[in-house]
């Protein structure tokens, strides 16, 4: 007799998605100490820096809409989408400098069944996954080198007013 587990079936992109994210919730729970804990292997990790930004209530704008990090931070950005009465969805997706307008047109052409975002996109630095009303989402990265970053909502039509920056510093 052995103790093997049965063999697992094929994943469906619908378990895909759900694992994707728990991996994306599960995370929220650890707080800033478990965020410095599960980086603490990275020796090239300065400090563990945790973003609050949501939508501003039924606009079409980030709240706030300046962050700030230090370079080689690992960060954790926590957005809240803060609408109640219409039911577009938001995002937020850090970009690099200058690919915005780009990008913007990529996520147009990747459609709502891609979530407004194109796959394996390089002007992507990290995002979180669109959310409704009331929801929030999380995305996790370390802090690029010093500068201004832009990040957008990538849902059609919201990327040219939902915008705000990261600065980065050394």
Known sequence: MTD????RPKASASAATNRRKVLQIVPAALGAA????VFAHRADAKAAVELQIS?????LAFTPDKLTCRTGDYVRVIFRHAG????????WVLLKPGTEEAFIT?????GESKGWIPPGDTRIIAATPLCGPGMSAMAEFMAPAPGEYPFIC???GHGGEMRGMLHVTA
């Open 4 to 7: 093997r587990l049965p063999d």
């Open 154 to 156: 990538s849902f059609a």
């Open 84 to 91: 109640e009465r219409i039911k577009h969805q938001h995002n």
């Open 55 to 59: 939508s501003d209530g039924e606009f």
């Open 106 to 110: 990529a996520s147009l052409a990747a």
């Open 34 to 37: 478990g965020l410095m804990a």
